[in-house]
């Protein structure tokens, strides 16, 4: 018995798509060939074959942009550098 095919229109950004076809052409695969591979793992997982999470930092990084975000509002007073070289002459010191 012969498989019927059916096909599948998605729209992606542009940049996304050309990424992903470098990546898959390294690879020896094509778009349409990645596609069925994951739908055959979406069936044979019964789920998505990957894991899906909001990107939350944790509470470290959190930490760190807050006082960044309070040296840049001189809530916080931090030493200020013009260049690299200041920045590393004041860590050689």
């Known amino acids: ?3 019927i095919t059916s096909a599948i229109s998605v ?3 542009t940049k ?4 992903a076809n470098n ?3 390294s690879l020896g695969l094509n778009m349409s060939t990645f596609v069925n591979m994951a739908i055959k793992q979406l069936i044979y ?3 998505l074959p990957f894991e ?3 990107p939350n930092p ?3 990084l959190l930490n760190a942009l807050n006082e960044s ?3 840049l509002s001189n809530k916080i007073n931090a030493k200020k550098y013009h260049n690299m070289d200041e920045l590393l002459k004041d860590l050689k010191d």
């Open 52 to 54: 899906v999470k909001n």
């Open 69 to 71: 975000e309070d040296i």
């Open 11 to 13: 729209q992606v950004d």
């Open 23 to 25: 990546i898959l052409k």
């Open 16 to 19: 996304d798509k050309e990424q």
């Open 1 to 3: 018995m012969e498989a």
């Open 45 to 47: 997982t019964d789920g």
């Open 58 to 60: 944790n509470s470290k």
